[in-house]
């Protein structure tokens, strides 16, 4: 089974993207500004509160867009006030041939959207259905839906501005483990969710074309669908720190599978990293023991579930079941399949809890 991860950043482009954020905050933030908690309420005539309104001109201006607009409902949130920017109901939705992700399924049943499907792996499959079903926009994930996809966002997103075709890229569990995200390849717009980059639980991010993060805007006139100060501000302090965490996160991924190839655990039969969603280790087992390796694991320290997927609140290794749109195109995955996670533990400490759940069978 042959994965096809996106490329992680290494420390130094982790440690680059840190101080990049950090001078575009003191550029924006002069003084002890920085140091304010944030405000609340709709200042006249900016209709939103000016700390938000800062916060989202910092993060324009560092993943190099013309607007950023902070919606409520995380991830989920931004892709759906995204989409409802770019389409309106009835409207067809050019989506990649894969399980697509439960909560975008539903944004997608509730807009009433028509969706074609093509196999984004494959351009001239993106083309013709461009060509034969003339789609109103497209929707990419940045991460994999599916463990063979090995699509470039960059070049799928090409194919679509070729086309003139708007795009909304997913970039939940990319942002800040990777070079660039959607707009930065030519999306029409980025969406993802901050609770993800250590930020407080609730707050999304749509960032790109200016026209459509003012659609965005439109939709969120009262004071009560907004995002207020000291949100902003906890999204920013998540920001900053986030590209170096999921670096040495990455380095401890890269570490196990190393372990774990040379036979560390005889129970393993292999080990790889994939993007599923979030980028984890997958462990095979050479007999289908994942439930009872999973029920050992969380007695010993692993966690359960994830609360956000690698929210703050997410400290001990997470040892999971392999995700829903993995199970969906390889149901037997679930018997012989774990993921985990380490969040931020190290290599040590997943080993020793994978090996006495192993040992207790």
């Not at 994999?144 to 909304?168: M, T, W």
Request: aromatic share 6%; net charge neutral.
């Amino acid at each position: 089974m042959k994965t096809w991860p996106l490329q992680s950043l290494t420390m130094e482009q982790a440690q680059h993207k840190q101080f990049q954020l950090v001078d575009i905050i003191c550029r924006h933030f002069p003084g002890s500004d920085f140091l304010s908690g944030g405000d609340f309420g709709l200042v006249p005539g900016l209709n939103q509160p000016q700390m938000t309104q800062r916060v989202e001109a910092v993060i324009a201006d560092f993943f190099s867009a013309p607007a950023a607009a902070l919606v409520q409902g995380a991830g989920t949130g931004a892709i759906r006030s995204g989409l409802a920017a770019l389409l309106v109901a009835g409207n067809s939705l050019l989506i990649h041939d894969a399980p697509l992700y439960p909560t975008t399924a539903v944004i997608a049943e509730q807009m009433g959207l028509r969706l074609i499907r093509a196999d984004f792996n494959q351009l001239d499959e993106v083309s013709k259905a461009i060509e034969l079903h003339r789609p109103r926009a497209a929707l990419i994930q940045h991460t994999r839906q599916k463990l063979d996809d090995a699509y470039s966002l960059h070049e799928v997103i090409g194919c679509f501005n070729h086309y003139d075709l708007p795009s909304l890229t997913d970039d939940n569990y990319a942002v800040m483990k990777v070079e660039r995200i959607g707009n930065e390849c030519g999306a029409t717009l980025s969406t993802f969710s901050c609770f993800k980059l250590f930020g407080p639980p609730g707050v999304g991010v749509v960032v790109g074309d200016k026209d459509a993060v003012s659609a965005v805007r439109k939709s969120m006139y009262s004071g009560g669908s907004q995002v207020q100060g000291g949100q902003a501000m906890e999204a920013l302090r998540g920001l900053v720190f986030a590209p170096v965490m999921h670096a040495v996160q990455a380095q401890v991924n890269d570490s196990l599978v190393e372990e774990l190839k040379g036979g560390a655990i005889p129970q393993v039969k292999r080990a790889f990293i994939a993007n599923a969603q979030s980028k984890v280790l997958l462990v095979e087992f050479h007999r289908p023991i994942a439930q009872q390796v999973l029920d050992a694991a969380h007695r010993l320290g692993a966690l359960p579930y994830p609360v956000g997927a690698e929210s703050k609140y997410e400290i001990p290794p997470l040892f999971y079941r392999v995700s829903g749109t993995f199970r969906q195109s390889d149901p037997t995955l679930e018997d012989r399949m774990i993921r985990i996670n380490p969040n931020r533990s190290g290599a040590q400490t997943v080993l020793r809890i994978l090996r006495e759940s192993c040992s207790d069978l």
